[in-house]
């Protein structure tokens, strides 16, 4: 028979209606005299559409992240290409406002890229990138650190700036960048910063020996009158230590042979007159000599030099003796 079973249906759901009266109540439309179905399956599952839905949830969480510190502001503005006081790049909105919350600038931008960046304040810009030297400027890093000494660098950094771009003074900047050209200028690193870092690292003697000075500086060293930085050296130059290492280093045999000593040596030994005393009273020392008696352990390609320098007759003679021969002594009787 049609419509037999939604009847039937329809008749279980009434006998449970009646049998609970606040399905009944809700679920029956006395107006319409039929039962609302849905009403009365949301009753049944616990839940009632009509009572009051109470307060909602709590707020969500602050969409905005913690305060960030100079690290942390470094590394958004890195990630989103944001360039201070011009362009958020591609920051979002949450993160703009953290930016802004967390007061990255001036302060911990500026003091994040002076690090980063190996950026000095008033002089260089390090590696800093081109596109956020403006910035620099708008925010007024500079104002948070100290400016330079009048000084600027030092001996050893007019030097290191020098070698690492192959400066040469009053010549040319080599591969020098603008800013450590203007670094190097207002250091005032010419003439006596380099001059006297050159002495020193290339061992140089002044008017007298290059030491291991390059080349391609010694027209620098003239054209900045190092020398005269220096005080000149006395008339006697090298004294008998110093006469006595020069020959023994570069084999040099006074009145034969200059060995391997190098021009400069060579003037700086005949400027220092290491002949004929101070040699001969250095050998006389050196090798236990005894003059006009034994040679001690005077090597024998010298011997020819004590005689050629008359050496015997800077010291006294004992008993008349004549000057050493090569191995033998000659005794003169006095009269």
Sequence with gaps: MPGTWPNALLLVVAAILLATPRLATAGF??????????????????????????????PGPDPTPGLLDEAGCGALQEKYGLVPQSDWGSTPGDQQRQWTDSQCEPEKICRYWQKRHQLQPYVSWGNMPDYLKDSWHALDC?????PP??????????????????LVPQSNWGSTPADQQRQWTD???????????????????????????PDY???????????????????E??????????????????????????????????DSQCEP??????????????????????????????????????????????RLARGVVEVVEKH
């Excluded at 000494?149 to 192959?166: F, I, M």
């Excluded at 500086?217 to 008339?235: E, I, R, V």
């Excluded at 010298?302 to 004549?322: E, V």
């Design 187 to 213: 250091s005032q690193c010419e003439p006596e910063k380099i001059c006297r870092y050159w002495q020193k690292r290339h061992q140089l003697q002044p008017y007298v020996s290059w030491g291991n000075m």
């Design 142 to 146: 500079d104002s948070l650190f100290q």
């Design 29 to 58: 439309d006395p107006k319409k005299g039929r039962l609302n179905l849905l009403k009365s399956l949301q009753l049944l599952g616990g839940s009632d559409p009509g009572a009051d839905p109470g307060p909602g949830p709590g």
């Design 237 to 270: 130059g090298l004294d008998e230590a110093g006469c006595g290492a020069l020959q023994e280093k570069y084999g040099l045999v006074p009145q034969f042979d200059w060995g391997s000593t190098p021009g400069d040596q060579q003037r700086q030994w005949t």
């Design 277 to 322: 005393e101070k040699i001969c009273r250095y050998w006389q020392k050196r090798h236990q000599l005894q003059p006009y008696v034994s040679w001690g352990n005077m090597p024998d390609y010298l011997k020819d030099s004590w005689h050629a320098l008359d050496c015997d007759s800077l010291f006294s003679n004992p008993n008349g003796r004549r």
């Design 149 to 166: 000494s009048p000084e600027g660098l030092d001996e050893a950094g007019c030097g290191a700036l020098q070698e690492k771009y192959g």
């Design 217 to 235: 500086l010694k027209y620098s060293w003239h054209a900045l009158d190092c020398d005269s930085l220096f005080q000149p050296p006395s008339p």
